[in-house]
């Protein structure tokens, strides 16, 4: 088991291109892309709207792989869109995920910023690869920052929200219970039962 894992580590480490792939929305979509892959021998990782190459696949083979995935209505990113994704992903999950407190500027600035490309072309590729909108995506790490908070910090909810430029808590709160479909009540009653039970935090 141990050298199984080793190897795993192994080829993770080796992975040299990622490329992500245009309505790749969906397990089964997952499993296509990955039997093509197979088909044409290509030590590969399918994850996240993505396919991780271990080794450097000539490009009679990649074009190959291009070609088979489009039939199948699976379109793959050449290696600067897929940069271009990786670094939006980034720099949003940066914003939220390392700030102390939200910069009070828009997505849209920190985007056009970061990536310096006009917003339609980057709100069209980005939801084409994700299945949903930069917003969306934006608000689903602001829940996850929020039960991390929850969970992990002596924040109180109207400190939470503030630092992550609610206008209240009465909002957050909306919000969070619109993308979990529970209450972050929930989650400051799973902290209390952890610590009771001697967890860390």
Do not use: W
């Amino acid at each position: 088991m141990i050298a199984v894992k080793t190897n795993v580590q192994h080829e993770l480490k080796k992975a040299r291109k990622k490329l992500y792939a245009k309505y790749m929305v969906s397990l089964r979509c997952e499993g296509i892309a990955k039997s093509e892959l197979k088909k044409l021998g290509i030590s590969h990782k399918v994850s996240d709207h993505a396919i991780e190459f271990y080794e450097d696949v000539a490009q009679v083979r990649l074009d190959a792989l291009k070609k088979n995935l489009k039939k199948t209505g699976i379109e793959l990113l050449d290696e600067g869109d897929s940069m271009l994704i990786d670094r939006i992903i980034t720099s949003v999950n940066d914003v939220i995920h390392t700030s102390e407190r939200l910069p009070n500027i828009s997505y849209d600035e920190i985007i056009n910023k970061e990536i310096a490309l006009g917003s339609d072309y980057v709100l069209k590729i980005f939801s084409e690869v994700k299945g949903i909108s930069i917003l969306h995506y934006i608000v689903m790490q602001k829940i996850e920052k929020v039960k991390e908070l929850l969970l992990y910090s002596d924040l109180t909810l109207p400190e939470i929200a503030n630092s992550l430029r609610y206008k209240n808590k009465n909002l957050l709160i909306a919000q969070f219970k619109k993308f979990t479909g529970l209450s972050p009540y929930f989650f400051l009653e799973i902290k209390r039962k952890r610590n009771s039970n001697g967890g860390d935090r």
